[in-house]
């Protein structure tokens, strides 16, 4: 199984990627790694694209259709499929996130930290403050990662879309969060590039200028794919979209996990 790094940037919209992610861009610019336009699905809320990303399934079919469905998926994902290959998996996430794939519902005193889990994430690290900074989720991502060893990491943040909601997308604060989150990436990439981690950044969603999500605009549903492994071709193929079905079984091939029936090839 080869070892996989998946940088979830909440609500971070494609054309704000593009402009502030500039380590991941430079990459791109020399052919280090492959850069794809992704429509996401509807509705373009966090929960529900959580649900889309790691099962590869549309909302009509996992059932998670709006931030207030709980419970574990009865659904195979990215996890699961790792763990059911003999792989470890971690995640360093919102505590929806927890929701999904391991315990619900979230109590933080019980679900902060989950080592060792039962669900489809061996060993989680759970926030619940919308405003949980940036640099303490790749710092306990690390954590995991260096104690753990996992083949399948998520870190997940949320300065951006916190940003987002308050100030809109076109602010200075929103424009700020997603140049800071593209630094906390690059101080870290090299090494895990290095020590031969395959590594995936996108978004779930975007968001308007009114600072909100859930609708058809482009604004809201656009968001970047990055990808970084010697199984993709290197480039920029942005002129056409890929369906956010997609990430879930691409990210199986990544790792040489059979991707379910289910997840669209």
């Not at 260096?146 to 300065?159: C, E, G, I, S, V």
């Not at 605009?217 to 002129?239: C, M, P, T, W």
Request: aromatic content about 12%; hydrophobic content about 40%.
């Amino acid at each position: 199984m080869d070892k996989t790094i998946f940088v979830l940037l909440d609500a971070c919209q494609y054309e704000a990627a593009s402009k502030y992610l500039g380590y991941l861009e430079h990459m791109i610019d020399y052919n280090k790694g492959a850069k794809y336009k992704v429509l996401g699905e509807l509705p373009s809320l966090s929960k529900p694209m959580y649900a889309t990303l790691f099962t590869g399934l549309p909302v009509c079919k996992h059932g998670v259709t709006c931030n207030e469905v709980g419970g574990v998926l009865p659904y195979d994902s990215v996890f699961s499929l790792c763990r059911k290959a003999g792989g470890r998996t971690a995640a360093i996430s919102y505590s929806w996130m927890s929701e999904l794939y391991s315990r619900a519902p979230y109590v933080s005193d019980r679900d902060r930290v989950q080592l060792d889990a039962e669900g489809s994430i061996q060993y989680g690290m759970y926030y619940w403050d919308d405003n949980y900074p940036d640099s303490h989720v790749f710092a306990e991502g690390e954590c995991l990662r260096k104690t753990f060893d996992p083949d399948f990491m998520l870190y997940h943040t949320m300065a951006v879309d916190g940003w987002g909601h308050i100030k809109g997308p076109d602010s200075a604060e929103y424009a700020n969060a997603v140049a800071a989150v593209g630094h906390l990436i690059a101080a870290r990439m090299p090494e895990w590039l290095e020590k031969g981690y395959q590594v995936v950044v996108t978004a779930d969603h975007g968001m308007n200028n009114l600072g909100i999500h859930v609708g058809t605009e482009h604004a809201q549903r656009e968001v970047a794919l990055y990808i970084f492994s010697d199984k993709v071709e290197n480039g920029r193929f942005e002129e056409k979209y890929i369906s956010q079905l997609n990430v879930a079984p691409l990210v199986c091939k990544l790792m040489g996990v059979p991707a379910t029936e289910g997840m669209k090839q």
